[in-house]
Nanobody, 123 residues
Framework: QEQLVESGGGLVQAGGSLRLACAAS????????MGWFRQPPGKEREFVAG????????EYIDSVKGRFTVSRDNDDNTMYLQMNSLKPEDTAVYYC????????????????WGQGTQVTVSS
């Protein structure tokens, strides 16, 4: 069974950077649509970024465009989220997910989810 494990979260000052990683096991991740979601405190989970199996097609929520970059290394079964120019409103638990359907924005299209990693941005 596919398992996803996030890492790289932490506490950072506004304007700083973090790089999240999502390590996948199980063997099918290179064929999967993968995505990042986040859940801010007291709010619902929201889509952040998604990437097709080949890595050439990506999608982002408007609030992170130009600041976040999603990528994947299919040889290592790992997806990344490079987060630059972080803002306090980026504070959330970040989850990675894997599935086989597009659009990447729809949480219901994902079959597997990680446990999440906390990102806290101080002002």
């Amino acid at each position: 069974q596919e398992q996803l494990v996030e890492s790289g979260g932490g506490l950072v000052q506004a304007g700083g950077s973090l790089r999240l990683a999502c390590a996948a096991s199980g063997g099918f991740s290179s064929k999967a649509v993968m995505g990042w979601f986040r859940q801010p405190p007291g709010k619902e989970r929201e889509f952040v970024a998604g990437i097709m199996p080949g890595g050439t097609l990506t999608e982002y929520i408007d609030s992170v465009k130009g600041r976040f970059t999603v990528s994947r290394d299919n040889d290592d079964n790992t997806m990344y989220l490079q987060m630059n120019s972080l803002k306090p409103e980026d504070t959330a638990v970040y989850y990675c997910a894997a599935g086989f359907r597009w659009p990447a924005t729809e949480a219901n299209n994902y079959l597997y989810w990680g446990q999440g990693t906390q990102v806290t941005v101080s002002s």
